[in-house]
Nanobody
Framework: QVQLVESGGGLVQAGGSLRLSCAAS????????KGWFRQAPGKEREFVAA????????YYADSVKGRFAISRDNAKNTVSLQMDNLKPEDTAVYYC??????????????????WGQGTQVTVSS
């Protein structure tokens, strides 16, 4: 069983930065692909970013490309999301997810096997 716990959310002004972290338990977590999704009020959960288990392939939603960066530290069982130049439309609950395998459908929620509880990110204008 893999458990994921997100941290680092909060309130920030537009143009500011936040760094989200996701800590995982489970000894084989390091070989799982990781992703970040977000869900704004009244909207469906959407893909934000993903990284393969080696950390040498990353994927981003067009809406965050160039502003967000996903990274991982397998030795520490963590995955991070650096968010820069935040916009009010980035306001959402952000979820960390893990997938046993990750192919071309990395943006689909049903590709992921484990989910965290989420952390709130609020960007004020």
């Amino acid at each position: 069983q893999v458990q994921l716990v997100e941290s680092g959310g909060g309130l920030v002004q537009a143009g500011g930065s936040l760094r989200l972290s996701c800590a995982a338990s489970g000894r084989i977590f390091s070989i799982y692909a990781k992703g970040w999704f977000r869900q704004a009020p009244g909207k469906e959960r959407e893909f934000v970013a993903a990284i393969n288990w080696r950390g040498d392939s990353t994927y981003y939603a067009d809406s965050v490309k160039g502003r967000f960066a996903i990274s991982r530290d397998n030795a520490k069982n963590t995955v991070s999301l650096q968010m820069d130049n935040l916009k009010p439309e980035d306001t959402a609950v952000y979820y960390c997810a893990a997938a046993r395998t990750l192919g071309s459908d990395y943006f689909r929620r049903d590709e992921y096997d484990y989910w965290g509880q989420g952390t709130q990110v609020t960007v004020s204008s």
